[in-house]
């Protein structure tokens, strides 16, 4: 078993089949965790289909860039990415009311660089001591299908 924070083998040559120079284990942390699922996202009243977090997964595989928050989260934030989304899988939940998890594996290059006020070294910390303990998925849609009705969510009729 692979020590916390620290690349597989297997995780390093997919993080450097995105990175745009070759990393070491030493220069990354990586970390993976529940992302999304489908279960009723709570007061929205919108729920992400198994389809679309396989969707999702897939995306992962090909490089999305982590950041520390929403850019729309914090007004004077850049959302500056701080590392890289490597790989995703979706499988089975034992929630209630959900039937499939997205899971993300995201790396980060160790650095004391403020960026925003918060270094790399600093959002790891957090990360290992359990203080940052969960992330959000960025997503949009052009249509919002009722699963009542089947009509476009927003539309008059």
């Given at each position: ?24 284990a030493e220069e990354v942390f990586v970390f993976s965790s529940k ?33 520390c928050n929403h850019s729309w989260a914090q007004w004077n934030s ?80």
């Amino acid at each position: 078993m692979s020590k916390f924070g620290v690349p597989t083998d297997a995780q390093l040559a997919k993080i450097n089949k995105l990175a745009k120079r070759k990393l070491s284990a030493e220069e990354v942390f990586v970390f993976s965790s529940k992302a999304a699922g489908d279960l009723m996202i709570p007061g929205r009243y919108m729920r992400l289909s198994p389809e679309l977090l396989k969707v999702m997964a897939d995306d992962a595989d090909k490089g999305v860039s982590f950041m520390c928050n929403h850019s729309w989260a914090q007004w004077n934030s850049k959302g500056i990415p701080y590392g890289k989304v490597f790989e995703g899988l979706t499988r089975p939940s034992n929630k209630e009311d959900e039937t499939t998890e997205l899971h993300l594996s995201r790396y980060i290059v160790h650095d004391d660089e403020a960026i925003d006020g918060i270094s790399a070294n600093a959002l790891i910390k957090k990360i290992e001591t359990g203080v940052l303990s969960d992330t959000s998925i960025g997503w949009g849609t052009d249509v919002m299908v009722c699963s009542i009705c089947g009509m476009n969510y927003y539309s008059r009729d």
